[in-house]
């Protein structure tokens, strides 16, 4: 019996689709300003190299969290503002509604979609009101490094920018807002394929929807299976965003300032 075909191997087929679909588009497009001739030194790129067809990178995709953000905000709306919410709608103190609240996170788990979705936990919880209010209202929490703001402007003005993070899309929207202007569109697994995890489907999914072949994205994040090596496996350029100092490398970031200068240099 043949064997079925792997998730990395289907996203493969996708973004190859795209690829010769667009490949005559291409080859009649002039550079934009700010779209540079890249090299992502993968195989599916190479083919067009040797047809003396050069791809252009024109996205860079970006995780939200620990990568534009620090933890402290989705931290405390998470495990201080709702148990604090529980425990105010239920007579409790802080510590007991904390408690409940933190044991039923564990019983679902973060593998379950539900986790990660505050309809859900209004509901399990009993909680009234609007779900996303409990983040609106907590927005001073929110931290982005302070390279941020300038990286994205700067970046902004030559690349188009998109978000591919975990998190639920309504939260990116909150998380976000004020930078927004930046950013084409916001892509969650979670949102956009009913998903826990950035897999190779989604990497393809959002080559699919902006219309690109892999080598035109480039992907930015801080964990190492998903923001790094699962792009890579259908041959999206990414960085490694460790801004602890524990790894090494030419793909590695030690912040977002760094990333301008491994992006390729302006062809004259």
Not at 29 to 58: E, H, T
Not at 146 to 164: D, G, H, M, N
Not at 183 to 191: M, T
């Amino acid at each position: 019996m043949a064997s079925q075909p792997s998730a990395a191997s289907h996203a493969r087929a996708i973004v190859y689709t795209i690829a010769t679909r667009n490949m005559r588009e291409h080859q009649k497009l002039k550079p934009r300003a700010g779209a540079f001739p890249y090299d992502c030194g993968n195989g599916d790129d190479a083919q067009f190299r040797d047809g003396g067809f050069v791809l252009l990178l024109r996205f860079l995709s970006f995780d939200v969290d620990e990568t534009l953000i620090d933890h402290c905000y989705l931290d405390f709306v998470w495990n201080t503002a709702l148990p604090s919410l529980y425990a105010r709608m239920n007579g409790l103190i802080f510590q007991e509604a904390q408690s409940y609240v933190l044991r039923q996170y564990e019983q679902i788990g973060f593998n379950d979609i539900r986790w990660y979705q505050p309809d859900y936990w209004f509901s399990r919880l009993g909680l009234q009101g609007d779900p996303l209010q409990i983040f609106r209202e907590n927005i001073d929490k929110i931290r982005f490094y302070p390279e941020v703001p300038t990286v994205l402007k700067t970046l902004s003005r030559r690349y188009e920018l998109v978000i591919a993070s975990g998190i639920p899309r309504e939260l990116v929207e909150i998380i976000i807002e004020e930078y927004r202007s930046c950013f084409k569109r916001v892509f969650s697994p979670i949102s956009d394929l009913k998903e826990t995890r950035k897999t190779t489907n989604f990497y393809a999914m959002i080559c699919q929807v902006l219309g690109i072949e892999p080598s035109e994205i480039v992907h930015i994040g801080n964990n190492r299976i998903f923001d790094f090596e699962i792009p890579r496996e259908i041959g999206i350029k990414s960085f490694l965003l460790d801004r602890t100092g524990e790894n090494a490398g030419d793909s590695v970031l030690r912040d977002l300032e760094e990333l301008e200068g491994r992006l390729p240099s302006e062809i004259v």
